[in-house]
């Protein structure tokens, strides 16, 4: 099984508006990633968790905020957002951090900022 | 500079022929990994084939396959018998040994599949 499920799937919300998006893996993955990815572009890292510890922040604004409460569920907490913000947001697992893992990908969350 | 380079912003092919993708990579690092994904319109980022840079034979996976040419720095994506369901959206990536935690991504090749 090498699923990695997201949820919602699309999500609409105003600038003031608080919203949290969830990602889930049940590989035994031991890093976990948020990429935010706009039209036509490829994905840009936003965060890297491993073993359940913020490992990279890619200089992401404070109003994204990640979440990583066990080894296979991973939250980006949303506050304040720009209609800038607005794209594909994507969550990815892999089992280590060796050159040799690869990610793996959910269907990501279409976010649209009103 | 960039560390991955898709030149093919488009491609065409029919069905049932064969496509090569190309994919330059830029690195001092003797150990990497490269990896191509197919990204549908839907937007899910599904995982096709891996090479790595110590691995002697080319990667196959089913009609997929990876001309490594390691002198030239290049990771091309061979389609065998492309299906109308190959249309979608194709990155080459780069992860370095010693930046684990980045997968490097292209621009991308938006591959379209005619009868």
């Known amino acids: 099984d090498t699923e990695v499920t997201q949820t919602p799937k699309h999500l609409v919300m105003g600038m003031t508006n608080k919203k949290s998006l969830k990602c889930e893996q049940h590989?035994?993955?031991?890093?976990m990633y948020w990429y935010k990815q706009k039209a036509k572009k490829p994905p840009e890292l936003m965060f890297v968790y491993s073993y359940e510890k913020l490992s990279i922040n890619e200089s992401v604004p404070s109003r994204f905020s990640p979440e990583c409460p066990n080894s296979s569920l991973l939250n980006l907490h949303l506050h304040a957002l720009q209609p800038e913000d607005s794209a594909l947001y994507l969550c990815a697992s892999s089992q280590g951090r060796g050159s040799n893992y690869e990610q793996y990908f959910g269907p990501g969350t279409r976010l649209t900022v009103t | 500079a960039q560390k991955i380079t898709q030149t093919q912003p488009g491609m065409f092919v029919q069905e049932k022929e064969a496509v090569t993708l190309d994919c330059t990579y830029d690195?001092?690092?003797?150990?990497?990994?490269l990896f191509w994904y197919k990204q549908p319109s839907s937007g899910e980022m599904i995982f096709l084939i891996y090479q790595g840079s110590y691995d002697q034979q080319n990667a196959t996976e089913g009609r997929y396959s990876l001309n490594f040419q390691k002198a030239r720095k290049s990771a091309n994506l061979v389609i065998s018998a492309s299906q109308l369901g190959d249309s979608a959206m194709y990155f080459c990536?780069?992860?370095?040994?010693?930046?684990?935690?980045?997968?490097?991504f292209g621009t991308g090749t938006r591959l379209q599949v005619f009868p």
């Open positions: 990536a780069m992860r370095e040994d010693y930046n684990t935690d980045k997968l490097i």
């Open positions: 590989m035994g993955h031991r890093a």
């Open positions: 690195t001092s690092d003797p150990s990497y990994g």
